[in-house]
T-cell receptor, first 115, second 114 residues
Framework: ETGVTQTPRHLVMGMTNKKSLKCEQH?????MYWYKQSAKKPLELMFV???????ENNSVPSRFSPECPNSSHLFLHLHTLQPEDSALYLC??????????????FGPGTRLTVL | AQSVTQLDSQVPVFEEAPVELRCNYS??????LFWYVQYPNQGLQLLLK??????LVKGINGFEAEFNKSQTSFHLRKPSVHISDTAEYFC????????????FGRGTSLIVHP
């Protein structure tokens, strides 16, 4: 596999379920990101990890819990979600988060539906 | 802090016609600018970027964009579009002196008709 992969591609869950989204990057990058993409809204940055350390958390509700066990893997653990959390969740990686520039490489996303 | 405005939510155009997708930004410092494309059921892919130097930037798939500092704009253009260009296009900006994480616009849906 190359680039950034995400599993599952589609997920339907009830409000009381617990599920996890997985992201894996095969690019040797040091930084990884979770974004939420809702229809006709700007991309919302949720979490940023650099060298496995969380460096930004943009006021995301605690029902979303990220985990970065190593620089290649990123998880988003979900519990007691609300219907308004239904969206496309995108994972991205970049060489680094500092320096003159870092280009983000995105995965295909997980389409989440909360019933 | 910076912000990005994409003035058109949807741009319909006929195949082989030229197209311009507009992007304006606001920032108190110098910026980097990006255009990303998102095809259906896919993630975002970088089309082109402005870091410094020439204000006319060429990207993949025949797209180009021009950085206009006085108008704080970074409009995306293509002289002749194809059906396969139908997608969502996102403009993004990041501060040179900040965390470098881009702020994205709401996106413009380009719809190419045969």
């Amino acid at each position: 596999e190359t680039g950034v992969t995400q599993t599952p591609r589609h997920l339907v869950m009830g409000m009381t379920n617990k599920k996890s989204l997985k992201c894996e990057q095969h690019l040797g990058h040091n930084a990884m990101y979770w974004y939420k993409q809702s229809a006709k809204k700007p991309l919302e940055l949720m979490f940023v990890y650099s060298l496995e350390e969380r460096v930004e958390n943009n006021s995301v509700p605690s029902r979303f819990s990220p985990e970065c066990p190593n620089s290649s893997h990123l998880f988003l653990h979900l519990h007691t979600l609300q219907p308004e959390d239904s969206a496309l969740y995108l994972c991205a990686s970049s060489q680094d988060r500092s320096g003159a520039y870092n280009e983000q490489f995105f995965g295909p996303g997980t389409r989440l539906t909360v019933l | 802090a910076q912000s990005v405005t994409q003035l058109d939510s949807q741009v319909p155009v006929f195949e082989e016609a030229p197209v311009e997708l507009r992007c304006n930004y606001s920032s108190s410092v110098s910026v980097y600018l990006f255009w990303y494309v998102q095809y259906p059921n896919q993630g975002l892919q970088l089309l082109l970027k402005y870091l410094s130097g020439s204000t006319l930037v060429k990207g993949i798939n025949g797209f180009e964009a021009e950085f206009n500092k006085s108008q704080t704009s970074f409009h995306l253009r293509k002289p002749s579009v194809h059906i396969s260009d139908t997608a969502e296009y996102f403009c993004a900006v990041s501060d040179r002196g900040g965390s470098y994480i881009p702020t994205f616009g709401r996106g413009t849906s380009l719809i190419v008709h045969p």
